[in-house]
């Protein structure tokens, strides 16, 4: 049986910071539902409210597109070691882009991770926990290094010129507004 609060606790946070990985899902009115694997550092809790996370290029952008549109998000994290659980943040997002006046506010709380593009935050109305006694065990063995070292590579002249071909809609044809808003 789930349990439901209504905010985050210390308990809940230090869970959150010990994950390696999160999951995250959005949805327009219409079109396909997106479940996205999130990693890399890239999530800070900043109070029992409010979660945000770096989003970094890719080969989509269907969640900036979703939020713009709908602003539900849920967020998912499951301990993979130690005692099951699931946890999951329930929530309305925005999409913070670089030309945006909480970018210079929000990017400083995250290492630098080549091809950064937006910033999710999340405003939590529900937390939720339940058993997780389904999941398997996994070791973590190392990031993967294969995302940042093609970034570095190909420079942000690159990454700039892939936004524009190939994240400017989503795959259901909705605009993410990541040019006019971040270059």
Not at 28 to 43: I, Q, T
Not at 58 to 85: C, K, L, W, Y
Not at 130 to 153: H, W
Not at 167 to 176: L, M, P, R, V
């Amino acid at each position: 049986m789930a349990t439901q609060y209504s905010e985050i606790s210390d308990k809940i946070k230090l869970f959150i910071n010990q994950q390696k990985i999160f999951f995250v899902a959005t949805a327009a009115s219409d079109g396909r539902v997106n479940l996205s694997p999130k990693g890399m550092n890239s999530l800070r809790v900043l109070d029992k409210n409010r979660v945000i996370w770096l989003n970094v290029t890719g080969s989509g952008n269907e969640t900036s597109a979703h939020v713009q549109q709908n602003p539900r998000m849920t967020i998912m994290f499951n301990a993979f070691e130690g005692d099951p659980m699931i946890l999951r943040l329930y929530g309305n997002a925005q999409v913070i882009h670089k030309k945006d006046p909480h970018w210079n506010e929000l990017f400083p709380l995250f290492e630098p991770i080549p091809g950064a593009r937006q910033i999710f935050d999340l405003n939590v109305d529900l937390v939720q926990i339940s058993c997780g006694m389904a999941v398997p065990f996994f070791d973590y063995v190392e990031e993967r290094e294969q995302l940042n070292n093609l970034t570095i590579k190909i420079g942000e002249d690159a990454v700039e010129k892939y936004w524009r071909e190939k994240n400017q809609f989503s795959i259901d044809g909705k605009e993410t507004h990541i040019v006019e808003k971040n270059l």
